[in-house]
């Protein structure tokens, strides 16, 4: 049996915002980590690496087999890896000795920061668990407070994606309207739902959001290779959350939105600049142009946690090159229910892989944060987010 998150939310409430209802799987309702209910030294995930084939929940106990199933896409997307990065630095807080404690969880810090490069989450996550812990006055008291950061951390991802749900819908309220009821045809990228985030997702959340609503809802989704996290994990997703949706392979999008069948587009994003450029898996910014050739409105959903406030320039932001067999092969389940990797490519072919691309801002329409719908331009955002300008400074040579 799969273990549900439910009772262990309300178990483990002291330091939560509130309670959250987990997103749906065959009638569970999950968050995608948690710290094992018997054990909270024991951090679960699913390990997305398996789905839509295989539903596993796996436990990891050390910081080392976070850093890999961050590293190796067991989990993914921008919040959850912040979220696992935050419990990896406590189960590393955990391995410290207490005569080299800050000096370890200094080494643990870059070894998180390194496993992927491009998300502003994991290093937000890694930095807030550094701070929280300053404050405490010995090992013990730190490791308490990396356990009690983690969690907030967590919950915050998850309340802040309800909250982008919530802005979210009266866009898909306008358009539904100008519709006249009839069903919103969404198109998205990547994924940038539930599994995504610790619950909800941020391109999701509004989605979810009219679904509660009551407003019809059919969502186009790019199959998103290499990796194919659309048609993986988004199109599993929805149809758990029993939400009409459509694969398309990832060059079909302008064509859709050249027939008028696509009536807003909603991604997520891995970082976003103060200055409202926008970096998100490979392929979101040709979607971008196809939708300001087609005048069909291009939006970011994100919580605050993915913006870099130094950064000016998305250009800056370090894009990161996976392995090229995520390229030239491909994995999935035969008719005999076997797994099996194959090769598509000639042995002898070389492939680039590039993860993430630059949309600017000027392609973008909005963002959705947890605080509202901003316009993707410095001073807007920073009106919305004003604590966060003691932040602001260029860093010539950002890469991290
Ligand atoms: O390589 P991934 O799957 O970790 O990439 C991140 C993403 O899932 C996407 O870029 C997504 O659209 C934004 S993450 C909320």
Redesign the pocket.
């Known amino acids: 049996m799969f273990e549900t998150t439910e009772t262990l939310i309300t178990a483990k409430s002291d330091n939560h915002l509130q309670i959250i209802r987990p997103m749906n799987y065959n009638g569970t309702h999950y968050r995608t980590i948690w710290p094992d209910l018997n054990n909270e030294q024991q951090i679960c995930i699913i390990d997305?690496r398996k789905l839509p084939h295989d539903f596993i929940v796996e436990k990891i106990d050390t910081a080392e087999q976070m850093v890999t199933a961050i590293r190796d896409?067991h989990?993914?997307?921008?919040?959850?890896?912040g979220a696992a990065a935050g419990f990896g630095m406590y189960l590393a807080s955990l391995q410290a000795p207490d005569t080299s404690f800050d000096a370890f969880m200094a080494a643990a810090a870059k070894k998180f920061d390194a496993s992927?490069p491009?998300?502003r989450?994991l290093m937000w996550a890694v930095e807030r668990i550094l701070q929280a812990m300053s404050q405490a006055t010995n090992p013990e008291e730190k490791r308490a407070t990396a356990y009690a950061t983690a969690c907030i951390i967590a919950d915050e991802d998850a309340e802040f994606c309800r909250r982008i749900g919530e802005h979210g819908l009266r866009i898909i309220e306008e358009i539904s309207r100008k519709k006249n009821g009839a069903p919103v045809n969404i198109l998205?990228?990547?994924?940038?739902?539930w599994?995504?985030?610790v619950d909800h997702?941020?391109?999701t959340a509004p989605i979810y959001a009219a679904r509660d609503a009551g407003l019809p809802v059919h969502v186009w989704v790019d199959e998103?290779r290499p990796?194919n996290?659309g048609s993986r994990?988004t199109a599993w997703e929805l149809y758990h959350e029993g939400i009409p949706n459509t694969l398309i392979c990832d060059n079909a999008g302008g064509h859709l939105m050249q027939l008028g069948q696509v009536d807003m587009v909603i991604?997520?994003?891995?970082r976003v600049t103060h200055t409202g450029d926008v970096?998100?898996?490979?392929g979101?910014y040709l979607k971008a142009l196809a939708a300001k050739d087609t005048d069909i409105p291009f939006f970011v959903?994100?919580p605050s946690s993915?913006f870099d406030w130094k950064l000016d320039n998305g250009m800056d932001i370090p894009i990161?090159l996976?392995s090229g067999e995520e390229i030239t092969t491909l994995t999935g389940k035969d008719f005999q229910g076997k797994l099996r990797t194959v090769l598509l490519a000639g042995e002898e072919t070389r492939a680039a892989n590039y993860?993430?691309d630059v949309t600017p801002a000027r392609l973008v329409e909005s963002l959705i944060t947890e605080r509202g719908i901003v316009k993707p331009e410095r001073n807007a955002i920073h009106q919305l987010f004003p604590e966060a300008g003691h932040l602001e400074g260029t860093r010539l040579q950002d890469k991290s």
Not at 75 to 81: C, K, N, P, S
Not at 279 to 282: A, C, D, E, P, Q
Request: charged letters at 15%; a positive charge; one cysteine or more.
């Open positions: 997305q896409m989990v993914r997307g921008a919040g959850l890896i992927r491009t998300a989450n998205t990228h990547c994924n940038a739902g599994l995504a985030f997702g941020s391109a998103t990796w996290q994990l991604v997520g994003a891995d970096v998100n898996k490979i979101t959903a994100l993915t990161e996976r993860s993430f």
